[in-house]
Protein backbone atom coordinates (compact mmCIF):
# COMPACT_ATOMS: atom_id res chain seq x y z
CA UNK A 1 0.00 0.00 0.00
CA UNK A 2 2.61 2.48 0.62
CA UNK A 3 4.34 4.69 -1.69
CA UNK A 4 7.96 4.01 -3.17
CA UNK A 5 8.75 7.73 -1.94
CA UNK A 6 8.27 8.98 1.13
CA UNK A 7 5.82 11.88 1.65
CA UNK A 8 8.49 14.78 2.82
CA UNK A 9 6.70 17.22 5.41
CA UNK A 10 8.97 20.30 5.88
CA UNK A 11 8.36 21.73 9.83
CA UNK A 12 8.06 19.29 12.20
CA UNK A 13 5.93 21.61 14.51
CA UNK A 14 2.69 20.44 16.27
CA UNK A 15 0.95 19.99 12.53
CA UNK A 16 3.49 18.67 11.08
CA UNK A 17 4.24 15.97 13.38
CA UNK A 18 0.60 15.43 13.49
CA UNK A 19 0.70 15.22 9.56
CA UNK A 20 3.41 12.86 9.47
CA UNK A 21 1.01 10.48 12.16
CA UNK A 22 -1.61 10.80 10.10
CA UNK A 23 0.12 9.62 7.46
CA UNK A 24 2.26 6.74 8.94
CA UNK A 25 -0.63 5.40 10.61
CA UNK A 26 -1.86 4.56 6.86
CA UNK A 27 1.36 2.78 6.41
CA UNK A 28 2.93 5.80 3.97
CA UNK A 29 6.26 6.02 4.45
CA UNK A 30 7.20 9.83 5.53
CA UNK A 31 9.80 11.81 6.59
CA UNK A 32 9.82 14.81 8.66
CA UNK A 33 12.60 17.55 8.32
CA UNK A 34 12.73 20.36 11.28
CA UNK A 35 14.97 23.33 11.36
CA UNK A 36 15.01 23.59 14.79
CA UNK A 37 17.09 21.17 16.90
CA UNK A 38 13.79 20.28 19.13
CA UNK A 39 10.56 20.98 20.05
CA UNK A 40 9.99 24.74 20.95
CA UNK A 41 8.48 25.24 24.12
CA UNK A 42 8.01 29.23 24.07
CA UNK A 43 4.20 30.12 24.52
CA UNK A 44 2.40 29.69 21.97
CA UNK A 45 -0.77 28.45 20.97
CA UNK A 46 -3.08 26.12 23.80
CA UNK A 47 -6.70 25.75 23.55
CA UNK A 48 -7.85 22.96 21.71
CA UNK A 49 -11.84 22.55 20.50
CA UNK A 50 -13.99 20.16 19.60
CA UNK A 51 -13.83 19.32 16.68
CA UNK A 52 -10.26 19.45 16.73
CA UNK A 53 -10.61 16.19 19.65
CA UNK A 54 -12.59 14.34 17.16
CA UNK A 55 -9.51 14.40 14.93
CA UNK A 56 -6.88 13.55 17.86
CA UNK A 57 -9.24 10.52 19.19
CA UNK A 58 -8.87 9.27 15.03
CA UNK A 59 -5.13 9.31 16.18
CA UNK A 60 -5.14 7.48 19.53
CA UNK A 61 -4.17 10.75 21.06
CA UNK A 62 -7.50 12.37 22.58
CA UNK A 63 -7.14 10.71 26.06
CA UNK A 64 -3.63 12.25 26.65
CA UNK A 65 -4.33 15.74 25.52
CA UNK A 66 -7.10 15.08 28.10
CA UNK A 67 -4.74 13.87 30.95
CA UNK A 68 -2.30 16.67 30.06
CA UNK A 69 -4.31 19.26 29.68
CA UNK A 70 -7.27 21.70 31.37
CA UNK A 71 -10.51 20.98 30.32
CA UNK A 72 -13.07 24.42 30.49
CA UNK A 73 -16.07 24.19 28.85
CA UNK A 74 -17.03 27.63 29.32
CA UNK A 75 -15.82 31.52 28.31
CA UNK A 76 -16.60 34.73 29.01
CA UNK A 77 -16.42 37.99 27.42
CA UNK A 78 -15.82 41.24 30.20
CA UNK A 79 -16.37 44.53 30.49
CA UNK A 80 -13.23 45.42 31.81
CA UNK A 81 -13.95 49.03 32.95
CA UNK A 82 -17.06 48.02 34.74
CA UNK A 83 -15.59 44.70 35.84
CA UNK A 84 -18.70 43.04 34.88
CA UNK A 85 -19.51 39.81 32.42
CA UNK A 86 -21.30 40.88 29.48
CA UNK A 87 -21.82 37.05 28.06
CA UNK A 88 -20.57 33.43 28.94
CA UNK A 89 -20.52 31.17 26.42
CA UNK A 90 -20.64 27.37 26.91
CA UNK A 91 -19.65 24.31 24.75
CA UNK A 92 -21.73 22.20 27.26
CA UNK A 93 -24.74 22.84 24.90
CA UNK A 94 -22.62 20.81 22.63
CA UNK A 95 -23.21 17.59 24.25
CA UNK A 96 -25.61 15.79 21.66
CA UNK A 97 -22.80 16.76 19.02
CA UNK A 98 -20.39 15.64 20.24
CA UNK A 99 -17.72 13.61 22.71
CA UNK A 100 -16.00 16.63 23.48
CA UNK A 101 -17.96 19.57 24.42
CA UNK A 102 -15.55 21.60 26.00
CA UNK A 103 -12.11 23.28 25.51
CA UNK A 104 -8.67 21.43 26.56
CA UNK A 105 -6.17 23.98 27.08
CA UNK A 106 -3.21 21.49 26.38
CA UNK A 107 0.27 23.65 25.25
CA UNK A 108 1.53 23.08 21.62
CA UNK A 109 4.68 21.73 22.19
CA UNK A 110 2.72 18.82 24.52
CA UNK A 111 0.93 18.06 21.08
CA UNK A 112 4.13 17.69 18.96
CA UNK A 113 5.50 15.61 21.73
CA UNK A 114 2.60 12.99 21.82
CA UNK A 115 3.05 12.81 17.95
CA UNK A 116 6.57 12.20 18.29
CA UNK A 117 6.09 9.46 20.83
CA UNK A 118 3.33 7.79 18.17
CA UNK A 119 5.61 8.20 15.13
CA UNK A 120 8.59 6.46 16.67
CA UNK A 121 6.56 2.97 16.75
CA UNK A 122 6.40 3.25 12.91
CA UNK A 123 9.63 1.85 11.44
CA UNK A 124 8.57 3.98 8.21
CA UNK A 125 8.55 7.13 9.77
CA UNK A 126 12.06 9.52 10.30
CA UNK A 127 12.26 12.21 11.96
CA UNK A 128 15.21 14.63 11.43
CA UNK A 129 15.81 17.65 13.61
CA UNK A 130 18.17 20.43 12.47
CA UNK A 131 17.25 19.66 8.83
CA UNK A 132 15.96 22.79 7.17
CA UNK A 133 13.97 22.66 3.91
CA UNK A 134 15.80 25.69 1.94
CA UNK A 135 14.60 24.85 -1.81
CA UNK A 136 12.55 22.30 -3.42
CA UNK A 137 11.68 21.20 -7.65
CA UNK A 138 9.09 18.85 -8.72
CA UNK A 139 8.27 16.88 -11.66
CA UNK A 140 4.96 15.30 -12.55
CA UNK A 141 5.96 11.91 -11.17
CA UNK A 142 8.08 13.79 -7.57
CA UNK A 143 9.18 15.99 -5.54
CA UNK A 144 12.94 16.77 -4.59
CA UNK A 145 13.63 19.14 -1.76
CA UNK A 146 17.69 20.79 -0.62
CA UNK A 147 17.67 19.74 3.20
CA UNK A 148 20.26 22.02 4.97
CA UNK A 149 22.11 20.70 8.06
CA UNK A 150 25.57 20.66 10.13
CA UNK A 151 26.99 18.35 7.80
CA UNK A 152 25.84 20.35 5.00
CA UNK A 153 22.99 20.24 2.03
CA UNK A 154 21.53 17.07 0.50
CA UNK A 155 18.90 16.15 -1.89
CA UNK A 156 15.70 14.20 -0.88
CA UNK A 157 13.31 12.47 -2.97
CA UNK A 158 9.76 12.06 -2.03
CA UNK A 159 6.37 11.22 -3.74
CA UNK A 160 4.72 14.60 -2.03
CA UNK A 161 5.14 17.48 -0.50
CA UNK A 162 3.64 18.97 2.53
CA UNK A 163 4.98 22.49 3.44
CA UNK A 164 4.02 22.69 7.65
CA UNK A 165 7.25 25.33 8.42
CA UNK A 166 5.28 28.25 9.57
CA UNK A 167 4.66 31.76 9.00
CA UNK A 168 7.62 32.59 7.03
CA UNK A 169 7.35 29.32 4.94
CA UNK A 170 10.35 28.21 2.67
CA UNK A 171 8.00 25.77 1.00
CA UNK A 172 5.52 28.65 0.01
CA UNK A 173 8.13 31.36 -0.95
CA UNK A 174 9.37 28.39 -3.40
CA UNK A 175 6.33 27.86 -5.24
CA UNK A 176 5.89 31.43 -5.56
CA UNK A 177 2.42 31.99 -3.68
CA UNK A 178 1.55 35.37 -2.51
CA UNK A 179 0.42 35.41 1.02
CA UNK A 180 -2.60 37.37 0.99
CA UNK A 181 -3.52 40.12 4.20
CA UNK A 182 -2.31 42.20 6.11
CA UNK A 183 -0.12 42.68 9.60
CA UNK A 184 -1.46 44.77 12.45
CA UNK A 185 0.96 47.82 13.43
CA UNK A 186 0.54 46.31 17.03
CA UNK A 187 2.22 43.58 18.65
CA UNK A 188 1.23 41.50 21.12
CA UNK A 189 2.99 39.99 24.70
CA UNK A 190 2.28 37.42 26.21
CA UNK A 191 3.34 36.82 29.86
CA UNK A 192 2.79 33.44 31.73
CA UNK A 193 2.92 33.74 35.40
CA UNK A 194 2.56 31.16 37.79
CA UNK A 195 0.35 32.98 40.83
CA UNK A 196 -2.95 31.36 41.04
CA UNK A 197 -5.20 34.44 39.02
CA UNK A 198 -8.32 31.96 39.22
CA UNK A 199 -9.00 33.89 42.54
CA UNK A 200 -9.94 36.75 40.78
CA UNK A 201 -11.71 35.24 37.71
CA UNK A 202 -13.45 32.28 39.28
CA UNK A 203 -15.39 29.57 37.81
CA UNK A 204 -13.59 29.89 34.47
CA UNK A 205 -10.35 30.05 32.71
CA UNK A 206 -10.62 31.83 29.79
CA UNK A 207 -11.68 34.91 29.94
CA UNK A 208 -11.57 38.03 27.56
CA UNK A 209 -11.72 41.43 28.62
CA UNK A 210 -13.23 44.19 26.93
CA UNK A 211 -11.40 47.85 26.62
CA UNK A 212 -10.89 50.66 24.25
CA UNK A 213 -7.57 51.40 25.61
CA UNK A 214 -6.52 48.29 27.38
CA UNK A 215 -8.23 44.95 26.61
CA UNK A 216 -6.50 41.82 27.76
CA UNK A 217 -7.00 37.86 27.83
CA UNK A 218 -6.63 35.69 30.63
CA UNK A 219 -6.82 31.59 30.51
CA UNK A 220 -5.17 28.84 31.90
CA UNK A 221 -2.47 26.06 31.22
CA UNK A 222 -1.84 22.84 32.64
CA UNK A 223 2.25 24.11 32.66
CA UNK A 224 5.23 21.54 32.65
CA UNK A 225 5.02 19.56 36.02
CA UNK A 226 5.15 22.48 38.63
CA UNK A 227 2.14 23.34 38.62
CA UNK A 228 -0.38 25.00 36.36
CA UNK A 229 -0.02 28.81 34.76
CA UNK A 230 -2.17 31.83 33.58
CA UNK A 231 -1.03 33.45 30.93
CA UNK A 232 -2.35 37.31 30.05
CA UNK A 233 -2.37 38.63 26.43
CA UNK A 234 -2.29 42.15 25.34
CA UNK A 235 -1.59 44.34 22.78
CA UNK A 236 1.30 46.89 22.70
CA UNK A 237 1.05 50.43 21.05
CA UNK A 238 3.10 50.52 17.42
CA UNK A 239 6.02 53.07 18.67
CA UNK A 240 6.92 50.67 22.17
CA UNK A 241 10.10 48.89 21.81
CA UNK A 242 11.02 45.23 22.24
CA UNK A 243 13.57 47.03 25.09
CA UNK A 244 10.59 49.42 26.69
CA UNK A 245 8.11 46.45 26.33
CA UNK A 246 10.28 43.16 27.92
CA UNK A 247 12.19 44.78 30.80
CA UNK A 248 11.19 42.58 34.13
CA UNK A 249 10.41 45.78 34.96
CA UNK A 250 8.19 47.07 32.65
CA UNK A 251 6.62 43.38 32.29
CA UNK A 252 5.44 43.90 36.19
CA UNK A 253 4.08 47.33 36.17
CA UNK A 254 2.40 45.64 33.06
CA UNK A 255 0.83 42.63 34.72
CA UNK A 256 -0.22 44.79 37.59
CA UNK A 257 -1.86 47.80 35.25
CA UNK A 258 -4.45 45.04 34.49
CA UNK A 259 -4.64 42.94 37.75
CA UNK A 260 -3.45 44.97 39.98
CA UNK A 261 -1.98 43.12 43.71
CA UNK A 262 0.27 44.03 46.70
CA UNK A 263 2.82 41.86 45.46
CA UNK A 264 5.23 41.23 42.31
CA UNK A 265 3.98 39.01 40.20
CA UNK A 266 6.32 35.91 39.47
CA UNK A 267 6.70 35.99 35.63
CA UNK A 268 8.27 32.94 34.23
CA UNK A 269 7.32 33.45 30.30
CA UNK A 270 7.48 36.78 27.98
CA UNK A 271 6.97 36.69 24.22
CA UNK A 272 6.56 39.51 22.02
CA UNK A 273 5.65 38.56 18.41
CA UNK A 274 3.59 40.07 15.21
CA UNK A 275 0.60 39.49 14.29
CA UNK A 276 -1.00 38.71 11.07
CA UNK A 277 -3.83 38.16 9.24
CA UNK A 278 -2.81 36.36 6.26
CA UNK A 279 -4.23 33.85 3.75
CA UNK A 280 -1.41 31.48 0.99
CA UNK A 281 -3.32 32.88 -2.48
CA UNK A 282 -3.32 29.15 -2.83
CA UNK A 283 -2.76 26.00 -0.33
CA UNK A 284 -1.50 23.56 -3.53
CA UNK A 285 0.67 23.88 -6.42
CA UNK A 286 1.53 20.33 -8.29
CA UNK A 287 2.86 17.60 -5.48
CA UNK A 288 3.47 20.45 -2.79
CA UNK A 289 0.69 21.55 -0.47
CA UNK A 290 0.69 24.27 1.90
CA UNK A 291 -0.79 23.24 5.83
CA UNK A 292 -0.83 25.55 9.46
CA UNK A 293 0.84 28.64 9.28
CA UNK A 294 2.43 28.40 6.36
CA UNK A 295 -1.04 28.25 4.68
CA UNK A 296 -2.63 31.04 7.18
CA UNK A 297 -2.09 32.69 9.78
CA UNK A 298 -4.21 35.13 12.19
CA UNK A 299 -4.64 36.72 15.36
CA UNK A 300 -4.80 34.00 18.44
CA UNK A 301 -8.31 36.03 19.43
CA UNK A 302 -10.70 32.76 20.02
CA UNK A 303 -7.53 29.80 19.27
CA UNK A 304 -8.36 29.22 16.06
CA UNK A 305 -5.33 29.01 13.85
CA UNK A 306 -3.65 25.77 15.33
CA UNK A 307 -7.31 23.76 15.13
CA UNK A 308 -7.49 24.59 11.75
CA UNK A 309 -3.79 23.74 10.96
CA UNK A 310 -4.52 20.18 12.40
CA UNK A 311 -7.76 20.47 10.34
CA UNK A 312 -5.87 20.56 7.11
CA UNK A 313 -3.11 18.11 8.18
CA UNK A 314 -6.18 15.40 8.76
CA UNK A 315 -7.82 16.37 5.71
CA UNK A 316 -4.71 16.50 3.31
CA UNK A 317 -3.24 13.22 4.69
CA UNK A 318 -6.83 11.41 3.68
CA UNK A 319 -6.96 12.53 0.21
CA UNK A 320 -3.28 11.98 -0.49
CA UNK A 321 -3.95 8.34 1.30
CA UNK A 322 -6.87 7.73 -0.79
CA UNK A 323 -4.83 9.07 -4.49
CA UNK A 324 -1.92 6.44 -2.87
CA UNK A 325 -4.04 3.75 -2.31
CA UNK A 326 -5.66 4.18 -5.85
CA UNK A 327 -9.01 4.80 -4.08
CA UNK A 328 -9.42 7.93 -5.82
CA UNK A 329 -7.66 9.94 -8.89
CA UNK A 330 -4.88 12.32 -8.32
CA UNK A 331 -7.61 15.07 -9.34
CA UNK A 332 -9.45 14.80 -5.78
CA UNK A 333 -5.77 16.17 -4.46
CA UNK A 334 -7.86 19.71 -5.68
CA UNK A 335 -10.04 19.76 -2.90
CA UNK A 336 -7.67 20.24 -0.80
CA UNK A 337 -6.85 23.99 -2.09
CA UNK A 338 -11.02 24.17 -2.98
CA UNK A 339 -12.29 23.73 0.33
CA UNK A 340 -9.54 24.75 2.89
CA UNK A 341 -9.52 28.20 1.60
CA UNK A 342 -12.40 29.45 1.89
CA UNK A 343 -13.20 27.93 5.47
CA UNK A 344 -10.14 29.57 6.60
CA UNK A 345 -11.40 33.08 5.48
CA UNK A 346 -14.74 32.29 6.99
CA UNK A 347 -14.20 30.41 10.21
CA UNK A 348 -10.55 31.58 11.50
CA UNK A 349 -9.91 35.08 9.34
CA UNK A 350 -13.49 36.88 10.26
CA UNK A 351 -13.99 34.97 13.63
CA UNK A 352 -10.77 35.97 14.80
CA UNK A 353 -10.96 39.87 13.10
CA UNK A 354 -14.42 40.37 14.77
CA UNK A 355 -12.86 39.01 18.31
CA UNK A 356 -10.00 41.69 18.06
CA UNK A 357 -12.72 44.51 16.67
CA UNK A 358 -14.52 43.55 19.77
CA UNK A 359 -12.61 43.87 22.25
CA UNK A 360 -10.41 47.04 21.12
CA UNK A 361 -14.02 49.10 20.13
CA UNK A 362 -13.30 52.51 20.89
CA UNK A 363 -16.91 53.94 19.95
CA UNK A 364 -19.27 53.89 22.64
CA UNK A 365 -21.79 53.24 20.71
CA UNK A 366 -20.51 50.53 19.08
CA UNK A 367 -19.25 48.74 21.80
CA UNK A 368 -22.74 49.42 23.35
CA UNK A 369 -24.02 47.57 20.48
CA UNK A 370 -21.38 44.72 20.88
CA UNK A 371 -22.54 43.56 24.35
CA UNK A 372 -26.03 43.98 23.61
CA UNK A 373 -25.78 41.55 20.63
CA UNK A 374 -23.18 39.38 22.94
CA UNK A 375 -26.30 39.07 25.54
CA UNK A 376 -29.19 38.53 23.26
CA UNK A 377 -26.69 35.57 21.91
CA UNK A 378 -26.08 34.19 25.10
CA UNK A 379 -29.64 34.10 26.53
CA UNK A 380 -31.17 32.47 23.55
CA UNK A 381 -30.36 28.84 23.51
CA UNK A 382 -30.67 28.67 19.74
CA UNK A 383 -27.97 31.56 19.09
CA UNK A 384 -26.21 30.72 22.11
CA UNK A 385 -25.79 26.89 20.47
CA UNK A 386 -25.02 28.35 17.32
CA UNK A 387 -22.41 30.60 18.11
CA UNK A 388 -20.18 27.88 20.15
CA UNK A 389 -20.61 25.80 17.40
CA UNK A 390 -18.94 28.09 15.29
CA UNK A 391 -16.53 29.32 17.67
CA UNK A 392 -15.60 25.42 18.34
CA UNK A 393 -15.18 25.08 14.91
CA UNK A 394 -17.57 22.23 14.45
CA UNK A 395 -19.77 24.04 12.43
CA UNK A 396 -16.68 23.90 9.68
CA UNK A 397 -15.93 20.42 10.07
CA UNK A 398 -19.81 19.30 9.81
CA UNK A 399 -20.35 21.11 6.46
CA UNK A 400 -17.66 19.15 4.91
CA UNK A 401 -18.52 16.07 6.71
CA UNK A 402 -22.59 16.04 8.08
CA UNK A 403 -23.13 13.56 10.74
CA UNK A 404 -25.73 10.84 9.77
CA UNK A 405 -28.74 11.29 10.99
Not at 1 to 17: D, E, L, Q
Not at 244 to 273: C, G, K, W
Not at 383 to 393: M, Y
Amino acid sequence: MASTSPIIVAGGGPVGFITALALARQGLPVHVYEAEPRVMDMPRAATTHSATLEMLAGLGMVDEVIERGLVEPLFRVWDRGSKTVIAEFDFGLLKDETPYPFAVQCEQHKLAAMAIARLRAFPHAKIEFSARVTALSQSADGVEAEVETADGVRKVAGSYLIGCDGGRSTVRKALGIEFEGYTHPERFLILTTSFNLGAMFPGCTRNYLSDPNDWFSLFKVSGDGDGPLWRVLSATKPEQTEAELMSPEATQARLQRFLPRDEPYPIVHRNLYNVHQRVAASFRKGRVFLAGDSAHVNNPLGGLGLNFGIHDAIEITTLIGKVIRKEAPDSVLDEYDRHRRPLNIEFVQQQTIANKKRLEEKDPNARARDFEHLRKTADDPAAHRAHVRRASLLESVRRRNPVPA
